[in-house]
Nanobody, 124 residues
Framework: QVDLVESGGGLVQAGGSLRLSCEAP????????MGWFRQAPGKEREFVAA????????YYGESVKGRFTISRGIAKNTVTLQMNSLKPDDTAVYYC?????????????????WGRGTQVTVSS
């Protein structure tokens, strides 16, 4: 069992920024990729961003490229998502995910570990 704890969600106006954080208490994620998915009401879960272990290579979904930045924290068990220029379409529950840092990093089915999610709401 892996616990991923998200924080930082909330309500923001369009054009604003939010910063999400995720922590896996008591666990070393050096060899794990960590990332974020999101799910809006009535829609499937969508890949947002991921960062690998080791090389810290980053991946982004097309809809967030240039606006969101993912990074690993100084502590090996944390990841943050800086979200800028937010749009109402970014409104969703955001989930932190983790997996061994191998294979694909953008597929929802490749991540066995999920947090409970944090709500992000962007008003127009």
């Amino acid at each position: 069992q892996v616990d991923l704890v998200e924080s930082g969600g909330g309500l923001v106006q369009a054009g604003g920024s939010l910063r999400l954080s995720c922590e896996a208490p008591g666990r070393d994620y050096t060899n794990y990729a960590m990332g974020w998915f999101r799910q809006a009401p009535g829609k499937e879960r969508e890949f947002v961003a991921a960062v690998t272990g080791g090389t810290k290579t980053t991946y982004y979904g097309e809809s967030v490229k240039g606006r969101f930045t993912i990074s690993r924290g100084i502590a090996k068990n944390t990841v943050t998502l800086q979200m800028n220029s937010l749009k109402p379409d970014d409104t969703a529950v955001y989930y932190c995910v983790a997996k061994i840092s191998l294979g694909t990093f953008t597929s929802v089915d490749s991540y066995p570990y999920w947090g409970r999610g944090t709500q992000v709401t962007v008003s127009s």
